[in-house]
């Protein structure tokens, strides 16, 4: 991570001194992207806290965990596609999820549907498409999840 931020600064002040107009332009943007959307990450993150917290990890290994087998699948399948998280709070909420004893598998699972397939978005995606290659596109990312599940727990 410190890294990273080091890379970004350094980036940041090439930047300024190659153009410090841009620089500053993009850097006002930036922040009020950051700020748009602001209340929704922190909405999320508190349901997602509540969500912990009201489910106790006990149930959460019941389901979800290592001995869950194709049934713990099914269900980070079936939670991933209607869920809406976007990816910088899906990852970091994987990483709780494995360290509360959910395997490998039903994360890679779960992070691939709710990236590639969407129950709640394909009126909107078939509006584009049509609905046939929607539904087409959304059941073969969904057994595309189960797949790379059961290539996870050869690897893993």
Do not use: H
């Not at 970004?8 to 700020?35: A, N, P």
């Not at 039903?106 to 009126?123: A, E, Q, R, Y």
Request: proline share 3%; charged share 10%.
């Amino acid at each position: 991570m410190l890294f990273l931020t080091l890379l970004t600064g350094f980036i940041v002040l090439i930047s300024t001194l190659t153009d410090y107009q841009k620089t500053i332009s993009g850097l006002k943007t930036g922040l009020m992207m950051f700020i748009n959307l602001l209340p929704a990450l922190l909405s999320i993150l508190a349901v997602i806290s509540i969500a912990f917290y009201v489910l106790p990890n006990e149930t959460i290994i019941r389901y979800l965990g290592k001995d869950a087998g194709i049934a713990g699948w099914i269900t980070a399948a079936l939670l991933g596609s209607i869920t809406l998280i976007p990816g910088f709070i899906a990852y970091p909420l994987c990483g709780v999820l494995i360290k509360s004893g959910v395997g490998y598998s039903v994360v890679s699972v779960f992070i691939t549907t709710l990236m590639m397939v969407g129950i709640i978005t394909l009126p909107m995606e078939a509006k584009f498409f049509g609905w046939k290659t929607s539904i087409v596109r959304n059941i073969l990312f969904f057994l595309a999840a189960l797949l790379i599940g059961f290539v996870m727990t050869l690897l893993l």
